[in-house]
């Protein structure tokens, strides 16, 4: 028989399981490099992969910083309209929306941190890569630069 303290110490167990389940301290992220190529130059990003629906759930939620040179692609199985929002995202982002043939479709440029305003892409897209606001502007990228990795 369960008392009302067991009732209570297996609600906070399954409580704090299914918070944790969710936070990016618990994912682990295999990371690749990421090659663009824009009309005068070519850049490379070391970008975390958020390859399921778990970790593309959980992007870059709750950190408070990203090093200069990283960032996170998002990978899809197919192109397709894809949305994104800053909620719980302290850091400003730019957007890089990439169709099939990894030629960039979109850019979104220093996305407002912590705003839950939808941003989508213009354009069907199979790979989104986020990286510190500002970056797409100060490197140069545009529509139609390439990326490899």
């Known amino acids: 028989m369960l008392t009302k ?3 209570f110490l297996l609600f906070l167990f ?5 918070c944790g389940s ?3 301290s618990t ?12 009309s005068t130059t070519t850049l490379t990003v070391t970008a975390e992969l958020a390859d399921d629906v778990q970790k593309q759930s959980v ?15 998002f990978v899809f199985s197919e192109e ?7 909620k719980d995202t302290y850091i400003s982002l730019d957007m890089i929306f990439i169709n099939s043939s990894k030629e960039v479709v979109y850019i979104v440029e220093s996305a407002t941190p912590l705003s839950e305003e939808r941003i989508s892409s213009t354009e069907l897209a199979q790979y989104v890569l986020e990286v510190n606001g500002g970056y797409a ?3 140069g990228l545009s529509v139609g630069d390439t990326l490899t990795f």
């Open 27 to 38: 994912l682990t992220y295999e990371t690749s490099i990421v090659t663009i190529q824009t």
């Open 80 to 86: 397709g309209e894809r949305s994104f929002w800053m």
């Open 5 to 7: 303290t067991n009732n």
């Open 59 to 73: 992007g870059l939620m709750n950190r408070t910083s990203l090093d200069a040179g990283t960032g996170m692609l």
């Open 14 to 18: 399954f409580t704090l399981a299914a």
């Open 22 to 24: 969710s936070t990016s």
């Open 137 to 139: 502007d100060e490197n």
